[in-house]
């Protein structure tokens, strides 16, 4: 009797413990697990883009996907616009990729810049989840009177391979809440110093 006494105390420890450890540092548990697996709920090829902005910032629109430029992770430089050759490009740390020649451009302090995927490029925007979410049993919204219980991490993605072998990758990370009821949210909440454009990569 006793040691089952024992094993039930260490049991509930242990539960006690981890629901702890989840409440509060379940977001950098679930960043760390994301870093190797993440849940792909939705990928598609990309067929146009078309940039708004003035050259840094702005806002970069995937099919029918806006992906903003604006929040950017510290020490990450992009810049988009034309190369010489009058095709939309994005440039970052020396590097330059060119996505395709341009379809539209504007005289306007703004531009608007559009090209659609050449020919024997490969190119997918996907959207990822996080694998595991973290409970949120503090949060409250005292404007609303609803508050999220569950959050999790909800990523895009464009993997872009041209057919000479360079590639793009590039990754951008929002909070996504779930409310009871209701279930998750769209997935665009910002969060200063961890989301927005966390990632860019250009290889020749």
């Known amino acids: 009797m006793r040691r089952i006494l024992i094993l039930f105390i260490t049991l509930a420890v ?6 702890a450890l989840s409440i509060f540092k379940g977001r950098e548990i679930s960043s760390f697990i994301d870093r190797y697996w993440t849940v792909e709920s939705r990928s598609s090829p990309i067929q146009s883009i078309r940039y708004e902005g003035s050259g840094t910032g702005g806002i970069l629109i995937i099919n029918d996907v806006s ?10 430089s992009l810049s988009v616009g034309s190369t010489k050759d009058n095709q939309l490009a994005l440039a970052t740390s020396g590097k330059v990729f060119p996505l395709g020649p341009l379809t539209s451009t504007s005289e306007d302090p703004v ?4 090209t659609a995927r050449p020919p024997g490029d490969q190119a997918f925007l996907a959207t990822r989840h996080s694998g595991l979410s973290w409970p949120t049993p503090f949060d409250m919204n005292l404007m609303t ?12 993605e464009i993997r872009w391979k041209k057919s ?7 990754l ?21 110093g ?3 454009l966390i990632l860019v990569d250009i290889k020749d």
């Open 172 to 192: 951008w990370r929002y909070e996504q809440f779930f409310y009871p009821g209701n279930g998750w949210t769209s997935g665009l909440i910002t969060r200063e």
């Open 194 to 196: 961890s989301t927005g």
């Open 111 to 114: 531009e608007h810049l559009a």
């Open 164 to 170: 000479s072998g360079a590639k793009l990758h590039m």
């Open 14 to 19: 242990g539960a006690a413990a981890l629901a």
């Open 67 to 76: 992906l903003s430029l604006n929040d950017v992770k510290p020490g990450l």
């Open 145 to 156: 009177g609803q508050s999220p219980s569950w959050k999790r991490h909800i990523y895009q």
